[in-house]
């Protein structure tokens, strides 16, 4: 196969350049699949996907009681970015991580910037993602948003832009970890040659940093991955995170508040637990504090936490942080408490809690994206430049319904990556997340997982709207 | 560990084992038919029945025939003891606990179920089906080893063993009976080659036929109970099973073996002492299939001593309930 045919059309391609030569960090990997005799790729495509069934690397799709085990389609060309973008990219990341925390930390407390009007106050009271139970609450170190993942995505002229946060339980870093062990063992002398930078450290990383948020001087705190079930989407990566840090899988109803410490229900009685990475929302993790429905979650479990005998990561609360209409003000987030300007630009956006927004919005519908300001996964929202003109107008109306609950950006003509479509190379939009850790100090994870739109022509990445992902190579300078 | 990880691993184990001897008892009785004189008629009505499950069978199936039969044990999957629902059992049971197993073990019985999940709608399986019972032999068989030599033998590990060899106690027990139910074509049968030949398959089938011989010989009835549910070193033997499952027990606990500080262990501790003084006279003389039945009975309340005891801790104070929720 080779990519004589290939059009990179009217985007920025993460490989090639318009007249089809490589981009100088693709350059070998373009020589290598192009000297693969007839087939060959094809047939590692294969022998990758089978990889992935066996080892059972799939996730659970909601609404589908047939089928509800899928793997997560994996395109074996790798998406490149080179070591001088990576360190723009990780300084821009840090910077936003930082500030971001700085701003939770102050909305649970004394509000601060609310009261410097840098933050419309009404865009905080009226947060779903506001929690009342977190004010006046001290995490250990002040660090609220222990892991996040931050999403990025290329217009066509080439900039990269933060499109949004998410600090609540990002998920997706086990595809990362599980897409480089496949890519070594189909292509391994094409890795071998790029010098790329390992990702095996992520575990280990993660683990040191969970150890670290147990506030007594503890020897060796008890950690554990707190997981809805193995009927939660993201359920793999809850047991694969804990099989690699070597740290318990619970479940709430593996849990219990005895004598206020967190206990876990063992063979032999009761154990305490001392630090919870936690994969439930905020929402469910204690039916005591938050919703009373809630049999996910652990009865007392916010009152522990607020003695400072368990640690969870992430704090609750943080949603806060990457509600949708918060992210508009992101820019001037950083400004306020770092005094810098921002590194990696945000997309602009329209907020339709504010009228003259609203009506630009609404009088424009056909060339924005919107979406509900709370939700993820690719749920809530409207491509509009790819809709009918009577989705359009449910849009408007339930924009003018509840105006708070929605954003607008201009749709972008996001950046594009070859992958295998019958046996040829087409151009499908990707985008890429990051993942960022913040314990003693604040770590990102060289690459982090490119998500591809597999239909052609589609903008939406997500798995559980027919994304794949392909393996993230930053190379080495 | 955890309880509900400790009941995932034991139930894993058990089914995995289940789905081998299920193989097993339709290995059994392809290789009677083949011995068969011609002219007589198969009889498959007599696996359903050890199976315990003639009910289920009879509800949703006419006639005990050779395709009914094995259609039912093998790829039915409203009958939770088939292999292809034990096999998805284990592998749901495997796939709550992945942090606490090696990958290895779930890969091995992932491709397991993978396997047995596409062969139900094969063709070739009815037609040619000797090979197929022996591969899900040999993925138990595999399955079996990567746990031996990649899971840490901690608690876990104790409870995968004493659930596989429970497990396995009863289906030896229950292959055993096959002879009982097989009927011959006439009394005068008894003692002929025929005879012979239909003990033989037994063994086969437990894959015991050469360890029998190094042991005693010459096929002889008594011999065979003997071997098969007393032996001491025979690993597929009932007493065999009893006693590695009550070493288990006990290293989970940590009470020294010959004591007991909880039912579970009272429980095993007695049955196992029963087979320990037991000789092959007593158990003809009670008759092989009462016999087999009894034990099966109190490996029953083993199992619900073992459930009590680790898996199922009451809740503090409150009057919430507190329900891993059973397999089976």
Known sequence: MNFTSYDTAEFFDEMLLPDGCARSGARLLKERIESLPNGELLLRQEAAERLLLQSGITFNVYGDSAATEKIFPFDVIPRIVEASEWDWIEKGLKQ????????????????????????????????????????????????????????????????IYVLEDNLRCPSGVSYVLENRRVMKRTFPQVFEASRVRPVDEYPSRLLFMLQSLFPAALESPKVAVLSPGM??????????????????????RDLVVVNGQVMMRTTKGFERVDVLYRRIDDDFLDPQVFRPDSLLGVPGLMDVYKRGRVALANAPGTGIADDKSIYAYVPKIIEYYLGEKIIIPNVPTYICAKAEDRSYVVSHLDELVVKAVNESGGYGMLVGPHCT????????????????????????????????????????????????????????????????????????????????????????? | MLSRVANSIYWLSRYTERAENVARFIDVNLQMILDLPSGSTEQWAPLVIITGDDAAFAEHFSGATRENVIRFLTFDTNNPNSIVSCL???????????????????????????????AASDPRIMASPYSFFNEVKKASHLFDGITEATMLHDEGWHFYRMGRLLERADKTSRLLDVKYFILLPSVADVGTP??????????????????????HGPIIPDQIIEFLVLDREFPRSVHYCLTTANDSLHAISGTPVGMYRNPAEQHLGRLRAEFAYTDTRQIVALGLHEFLDGLQQKLNLVDQSIFDTFFALRPIGGSATFDLGRNQ
Not at chain 2, 105 to 113: A, G, K, L, S, V
Request: proline residues 4%; charged residues 25%; aromatic residues 8%.
């Open chain 2, 194 to 215: 025929l005879d012979d030949i239909q003990w033989a398959a037994v063994l086969r089938s437990a894959s015991a036929l050469e360890m029998y011989r190094k042991r």
């Open chain 1, 389 to 477: 003109q009577n989705e359009r107008a449910e849009f408007a109306r339930r924009i003018e319904d509840d105006p708070r609950n929605y954003i607008a950006q201009p749709t972008l003509g996001l950046s594009r990556a070859p992958v295998i479509v019958e046996s040829q190379f087409a151009g499908r939009h990707v985008d890429l997340r990051p993942y960022i850790l913040y314990g003693k100090d604040i770590y990102v994870l060289p690459g982090g997982l490119t998500r591809v739109a597999l239909k052609k022509g589609s903008l939406v990445v997500n798995s559980s709207q027919g994304g794949g992902s392909k393996d993230t190579w930053v190379l080495l300078p």
């Open chain 1, 96 to 159: 936003r991580v930082c500030a971001l925390n700085l701003f939770i930390n102050d909305i649970y407390h004394e509000q601060k910037i609310v009261r410097d009007n840098v933050v419309p106050e009404y865009l905080i009271r009226s947060a779903r993602s506001f929690r009342e139970a977190c004010v006046g609450l001290n995490p250990p170190q002040g660090i609220w948003c222990h892991i996040t993942g931050t999403d990025l995505v290329r217009d066509r002229d080439g900039q």
């Open chain 1, 231 to 252: 009927y939660n989407s993201a359920y793999f990566e809850h047991a694969f995170l804990a099989q690699q840090m070597g740290v318990d899988l619970v479940e709430g």
């Open chain 2, 88 to 118: 998805r059992a284990a592998r749901e049971n495997a796939r709550t606990i992945r942090e606490a197993i090696s990958p290895e073990m779930w890969e091995q019985i992932n491709t397991c179920y993978l396997m047995v999940n596409a």
